[in-house]
């Protein structure tokens, strides 16, 4: 724990969880050179409180030993409390006057992430400097223990969590800075962000390529974001060239001959690598140099491997702006953390007993199938949905428009990473052989009904499948779970005895709206696609 009193009294408590001092101001000497030149102090930071996470060694302990020598006040957050308190305590008798607090932070967790967030926010007016920087690299295929696969769970959704938590605290500074570590390994990485929580073919480092491929559109986009809310806090993103530290030489170990253990290899590090110092010239330049939001900066020497901090250059896929706002999207569904405070034109709440239920006395069999209807509810204003009715063909342009308003999540979703359908496969979907299309509509909006969700059934014999697309502003108002509910109404009115779905793994809502269901269910993986068949009884 935090002493709350401490920091924001500057009274002494040495040698505790949380050691807090009255702020120094910049200690000269405190940062080694690196490469022949001098490490100059690239500002006075007294007054100012900055996270640094994984700061107990290489470049996060680099990074908050030289914040403290600016005259920061520095809190480490890492997940080993014995490392952490070796670290603050190496800067402790190096600058005396040093001001650390330490917080146990897990990545891996998201319960540890919310716990840690908390300590901080409940012990500091605010925050001037995030640095998201640890990280693992090249480790077998494990999973967090919110079941993501590791490099993209610590590397990513933690620190995604995390600055969400924090958010509150950046944005009561007069102009934060968030700055996210990346790695030039992101150049090899494969632009699939519905892939990277659990991958269907795994190969470490391509894992972690991913992983910081995700941390550059996330720090784009949260400079995006906020920009359009008129917020002064600066997302800036930074990668440390080509640095010797403990997590390179651990991904080694663990990956073989694939992250560095051939000769080779060895000989290429001995010429280029630098040292943990250099490596955190970057993220110091970035946390406190005169950098804009939604800049890259990294070493600027031999193929940007090492030397001086400076802009840089990411790739092409970093900066895709529909992959930034899936990625942003699956992120909020994975962690629960929505970011509120940088929303801008919110949405509000519907509830789903607004929806009214199905007229169960239509015909249930056969060439009938078909017209089974669902019950119309009067437009009043305290209606938001106008009706939940079958499909036919004259829909096609609403459905069109409806395809057209989701956003690539979900449509990705609906098709399983597939492209939306063509004309032809929709005119199918909406009057489909055998099964039931129902369609939501809203309210009409200057005298044209918008189709706002689509639920499909197919039946062939005793089984169907189902699949529901509904648009982004109405989900999450119990909209596809009443669909779904009508769906297996007539599933079973037909004679069905069995429902399946094919869900992709990071699918959330809907694997829950299944489990949700109450009946017996079977489930199987081949991938990222999970298959739920639902056992209908009576």
């Avoid at 702020?23 to 996270?51: N, Q």
């Avoid at 997302?235 to 440390?240: D, L, Q, V």
Wanted: with cysteine; hydrophobic share 40%.
């Amino acid at each position: 724990m935090i002493d709350r009193t401490a920091v924001l009294n500057g009274q002494q408590r040495a040698q505790t969880v949380g050691d807090e001092r009255a702020v120094p101001g910049p200690s000269p000497g405190a940062a080694h050179p690196a490469d022949g030149e001098t490490t100059r102090t690239p500002g006075d930071l007294r007054g100012k409180f900055a996270v640094v996470t994984g700061a107990n060694t290489g470049l996060g302990y680099q990074t908050a030993r030289q914040l403290t020598a600016m005259g920061a006040t520095v809190v480490l957050a890492c997940r080993h409390p014995g490392r952490m308190r070796t670290a603050a305590d190496a800067i402790r008798n190096e600058q005396p006057e040093a001001v650390i607090g330490e917080v146990t932070l897990d990545l891996g967790s998201l319960r540890s992430v919310r716990s840690a967030a908390r300590q901080i926010a409940d012990t500091y007016p605010r925050l001037d400097i995030l640095v998201n920087n640890a990280a693992v690299m090249g480790v077998p295929q494990w999973t967090t223990l919110d079941g993501f696969e590791t490099h993209f769970g610590v590397n990513h959704l933690g620190h995604f969590a995390f600055t969400g938590l924090l958010l509150d605290k950046l944005l009561a500074a007069p102009t934060a800075r968030i700055v996210s570590v990346s790695s030039i390994a992101h150049h090899a990485a494969r632009l699939d962000p519905l892939d990277w929580p659990n991958p269907t073919k795994y190969k470490p480092h391509r894992a972690y390529a991913a992983s910081k491929l995700a941390n550059l559109i996330y720090a784009y986009e949260l400079h995006r974001r906020l920009a359009n809310a008129g917020s002064a806090a600066r997302s800036i993103a930074c990668h440390p060239g080509w640095s010797e530290t403990q997590m390179l030489r651990k991904a080694s170990r663990l990956s073989g001959h694939r992250l560095g253990m051939t000769a080779w290899l060895r000989l290429l590090a001995a010429i280029v690598a630098q040292p943990p110092e250099g490596g955190a010239r970057p993220t110091l330049h970035a946390a406190s140099g005169d950098v804009h939001s939604g800049a890259y900066v990294g070493p600027t020497r031999m193929w940007h491997t090492r030397g001086p901090a400076g802009l840089d250059r990411s790739s092409d896929d970093s900066r895709d702006v529909t992959a930034a706002q899936l990625l942003w999207d699956l992120s909020t569904e994975l962690t629960g953390v929505n970011y509120g405070a940088l929303a801008v034109n919110e949405v509000p709440v519907v509830q789903a007993a607004q929806v009214v239920g199905p007229d169960t006395s239509a015909p249930a069999c056969g060439s009938d199938r078909q017209r089974i209807a669902a019950q119309e509810c009067p437009a009043s204003p305290e209606s938001t949905i106008s009706a939940i009715r079958p499909a036919s063909g004259a829909d096609l342009d609403a459905v069109g428009q409806l395809h057209q308003a989701c956003s690539a999540r979900s449509r990705q979703r609906r098709y399983l990473g597939g492209a939306s359908p063509s004309i032809g496969r929709l005119r199918h979907l909406l009057e489909p052989t055998q099964g039931l299309t129902l369609l939501a509509t809203a309210k009409p909006v200057n005298g044209v009904e918008q189709v706002v969700a689509m639920a499909n059934l197919i039946t062939e014999g005793d089984e169907a499948e189902v699949a529901l697309l509904v648009r982004d502003d109405w989900q999450r108002r119990g909209l596809g779970a009443e669909l779904l509910r009508r769906l297996i109404q007539n599933a079973r009115s037909v004679g069905c005895r069995t429902l399946v779905f094919h869900v992709h793994t990071e699918n959330t809502p809907m694997l829950k709206i299944i489990a949700k269901l109450g009946m017996n269910l079977t489930a199987e993986r081949d991938g990222s696609l999970i298959t739920a068949t639902l056992l209908l009884d009576g």
